[in-house]
């Protein structure tokens, strides 16, 4: 008896984390041979696994529409480690220019962002990707 509960409690254990493995995705739904800057404004800095996300409203050039758009980072503590962020790195209200790789889908506003720089500190913030979105 003492076996079977033990295989029980192993089994349980092995398959707590699956869920989570399963809900994390790649970043193949964008568009790594383009990348757009937006001159905008932090709404948002969402700091939270598995992975951050930072929502700005901008313009992709001068005639454009201001937009909002959904710009995803790499996990919290890769962040923090590889990269210097902290979760008050960027802030609401921040201007901000940002280089991201867009959607595929060209009415999806998101992206995998590459670098956002603070327009009035000249303050740089890279991500997971710290090479540039160039040279991939």
Same mark, same amino acid.
């Given at each position: 008896?003492?076996? *079977?509960?033990?295989?029980? *409690?192993?089994?349980?254990?092995?398959? $707590?984390?699956?869920?989570? $493995?399963?809900?994390?995705?790649?970043?193949?739904?964008?568009?790594?041979?383009?990348?757009?800057?937006?001159?905008?404004?932090? #709404?948002?800095?969402?700091?939270?696994?598995?992975?951050? /996300?930072?929502? #700005?409203?901008?313009?992709?050039?001068?005639?454009?529409?201001? @937009?909002?758009? %959904?710009?995803? %980072?790499?996990?919290?503590?890769?962040?923090?480690?590889?990269?210097?962020?902290?979760?008050?790195?960027?802030?609401?209200?921040?201007? #901000?220019? #940002?280089?991201?790789?867009?959607?595929?889908?060209?009415?999806?506003?998101?992206?995998?962002?590459?670098? $956002? @720089?603070?327009?009035?500190?000249?303050?740089? /913030?890279?991500?997971?990707?710290?090479?540039?979105?160039?040279?991939?």
């Amino acid at each position: 008896m003492k076996l *079977a509960k033990g295989a029980v *409690a192993l089994v349980c254990l092995m398959t $707590a984390g699956l869920g989570s $493995a399963a809900a994390h995705h790649s970043m193949t739904m964008y568009d790594k041979s383009k990348v757009v800057t937006i001159d905008g404004t932090v #709404v948002e800095l969402r700091w939270s696994n598995p992975h951050v /996300f930072l929502i #700005v409203t901008g313009k992709v050039n001068e005639g454009g529409e201001a @937009v909002t758009w %959904t710009l995803e %980072t790499s996990a919290p503590v890769r962040l923090e480690r590889e990269a210097g962020w902290s979760p008050n790195a960027l802030r609401p209200g921040d201007h #901000v220019r #940002v280089e991201l790789n867009p959607h595929w889908e060209a009415d999806n506003r998101s992206g995998r962002l590459w670098r $956002a @720089v603070i327009v009035d500190t000249g303050q740089e /913030f890279g991500t997971q990707y710290l090479d540039s979105p160039r040279r991939q």
